[in-house]
């Protein structure tokens, strides 16, 4: 029997009920049609309403940051049938599939499951960073594609605005109001390796406000063994969920929540389940608005006679102000976790099991306008948490439009990425002790870049970075070479590089989408420290990356999207060869609500190697499915 405690979703759908006025005012909402694969033009595409880059909202070509939107558009019209596998559309991540369950995804280095700490991922604004082992478990978040609205994908430190491991780069994966998906969809994949099915229905709810339900389930095959052992990584799951939007006047009201299970086949009961529940009140005034948010999140995973659960509760409060020049966000927050460790695998264990800690934040940032076409964006959060007090984190920024199609900016930065309780407090007696003087990882960014229209069918995003890290992870022993081990602040140095990215709207029905990321590193111990776990906390990144998309419209309904990738070698033992991969998805549209697909992942060659982690790298494989999607 599966247990679940489903009373916190439905409190959730009771409150936001009782939160609909009599009063509301009238909302002309309508029910969700199939998109046009042509998508939008190159000007909309940079009229896009961005929030993730300053909080408030703003055109994407006006925000003076290395930011990559994935339309859902985009999402549908791809092969992916997976969040992880619909966030290699963006040019400024490098995506890894170690296994069939898990992926590494780093911007800017530091990949891999031991070392992708760096990164800091949001969906409707709650984060789902992993504090308690430094991570994001991505095959715990089987939203259905259909629900994405968009994902801005952020290279580059985000600390002022999203506080400690916003390091190397934030994701935040933005679903649909509910008023914009009533009626029904089904959508059902069929293929070699995997198997999906998503069900979803909207409907209005009151005069001003909508509720949406969905189910997604998926079944999906093991790998082929890699440079890891070849283990048993088939798994099946699903996830389902609500959303319920009203408005009332300058109110809006929000409340979501989901749960899962995934069934693991490494022992009999092993899995991972999890719920949350998110509550969002905005108001708008005249030339300011008040935003309060709060969500309680809820995982487990039994997985090889280990068990981890985390518990999370978040409340933010934000503020933006337009006065004069001024355009102004303050805000600030708590939140509380509780987590649980208990290893019977092996003797590592948290000392103690379980403990609460306790983050509080504040932040304030404003964009002043020194011109017209010049603007200067200074913040600061301040940041107290359980393990490291007080951490600051500023930046500045510089913004010129020297005309109404380009754009310039700079940027210095510092971020960080805050102590975990395995950093501290992992304990193996007499072999590894705790680490209580382990500090937060440190990162001071520059930063430079272009966004631009230089015709009407073609758009450019051209950034520049050069980072330099202190105190990176690094596993030492005692002073003499002597037992026991601990985890030391030990590795510092440089990484730069640069992202291109653009699109070309070659003729009406064709669009050609090309993106380059390149990445050089000079991490390395200080003098006179022995790194036992010979760099693990440094990642393995490829210097090159390449991405080309073609989208082609070639008949009324008929639509092709081909992707091509070309990912550099791995040069860290063990080293993995570069490798070139292609994708498509040939869909025709045979009525208004119907849809006919057949895709393809990683066409070219029978199997590929994208993870050199020996402990748990499989081999990714060709696949191909088809499927269909229905509206009504």
């Known amino acids: 029997m599966i247990r679940y405690p489903f009373a916190p979703l439905l409190i959730g759908t009771a409150a936001a009920t009782i939160a609909l006025p009599a009063a509301a005012q009238p909302l002309t909402v309508t029910a969700e049609t199939s998109q046009d694969l042509s998508q939008l033009s190159i000007e909309e595409l940079a009229q896009l309403n961005v929030r993730s880059a300053s909080k408030r909202d703003e055109p994407l070509s006006a925000a003076p940051t290395a930011l990559y939107v994935i339309t859902g558009e985009e999402i549908l019209a791809s092969a992916a049938t997976s969040l992880p596998e619909a966030l290699r559309l963006a040019p400024n991540l490098n995506v890894q599939r170690v296994d069939a369950r898990q992926y590494a995804i780093s911007a800017r280095g530091f990949n891999g499951i031991q070392s992708g700490n760096k990164l800091l991922a949001l969906i409707d604004g709650r984060t789902i960073y992993t504090p308690l082992a430094a991570t994001i478990f991505w095959e715990l978040h089987n939203r259905p594609l259909e629900d994405i609205d968009q994902i801005e994908v952020i290279s580059g430190p985000g600390g002022t605005l999203y506080g400690p491991n916003a390091v190397n780069g934030v994701i935040s994966v933005v679903t649909r109001d509910a008023r914009d998906t009533l009626g029904g969809l089904v959508r059902v994949t069929v293929g070699d390796r995997e198997r999906t099915l998503v069900a979803r229905f909207g409907g ?11 189910f997604s389930g998926y079944d999906r095959e093991d790998l082929p063994p890699g440079v890891g052992p070849d283990v048993a990584d088939r798994h099946r799951g699903w996830q389902a969920g609500f959303r319920v ?30 719920h949350n529940l998110i509550a969002r009140w905005t108001r708008s005034f005249a030339d300011s608005s008040l935003q309060v948010q709060a969500y309680y999140d809820h995982f487990e995973r039994k997985i090889l006679l280990v068990r981890d659960v985390l518990q999370t509760f978040d409340l933010e409060v934000q503020y933006n102000r337009t006065i004069g020049v001024h355009d102004l966000v303050i805000g600030g927050g708590l939140r509380t976790t509780r987590d649980e460790f208990i290893n019977n695998l092996n003797p590592f264990r948290l000392d103690p099991p379980s ?29 107290n948490t359980s393990f490291t007090g007080i951490e600051l984190l500023p930046s500045v920024r510089v913004a010129w439009q020297p005309t109404g199609r380009d754009l310039l900016w700079g940027a210095v930065s510092r971020a960080i990425r805050s102590p975990s309780r395995i950093d501290r407090q992992l304990v193996n007696p007499p072999l590894l002790e705790e680490a209580l003087d382990f500090n937060s990882e440190n990162l001071i960014a520059f930063e430079a870049g272009y966004r631009g229209q230089p015709t009407d069918t073609t758009s450019l995003s051209v950034s520049l970075f ?26 510092d140095g440089e990484t730069w590089g640069f992202e291109a990215w653009g ?34 906390a440094l990642g393995d990144d490829p210097e090159f990356q390449l991405l080309a998309r073609s989208e082609f419209n070639l008949a009324e309904g008929l639509a092709l999207n081909v992707g091509l990738r070309w990912v550099g070698g791995i040069d860290t033992q063990p080293a993995i060869p570069a490798y070139v991969e292609a994708d498509a998805r040939l869909a025709w549209h045979v009525a208004d609500r119907l849809e006919l697909f057949v895709a393809g992942e990683n066409l070219l060659h029978r199997t590929h190697a994208e993870s050199n982690d020996a402990g748990r790298a499989q081999l990714v494989e060709r696949s191909v499915h088809a499927g269909t999607r229905v509206r009504f």
């Not at 209005?204 to 969905?214: D, E, K, N, V």
């Not at 304030?364 to 076409?373: E, K, N, T, V």
């Not at 003729?507 to 760099?535: F, H, I, K, Y």
């Open 204 to 214: 209005a709810l009151g005069t001003g406000g909508a509720i949406r339900a969905y």
């Open 245 to 274: 939007d009203s408005q009332s006047g300058a109110s809006q009201f929000t409340v979501q929540g989901d749960l899962f299970r995934t069934d693991v086949p490494a022992l009999p009961g092993d899995r991972e389940t999890g």
């Open 355 to 383: 403990r609460r800690l306790w983050v509080f934040n504040l932040f304030a940032q404003d964009r002043i306008a020194l011109a017209d076409s010049l603007a200067l964006i200074a913040g600061i959060k301040l940041e």
């Open 466 to 491: 050069y980072n330099l890290y202190d105190g990176i992870r690094s596993t030492e022993f005692s002073p003499g070479f002597a037992l026991p081990i601990r985890l030391r602040n030990g590795y």
């Open 503 to 536: 699109s070309a709207q070659l003729m009406p029905w064709w669009r050609l989408n090309l993106g380059l990321a390149a990445l050089w590193t000079d991490l390395r111990l200080e003098p006179g420290r022995v790194d036992l776990s010979q760099g693990d």
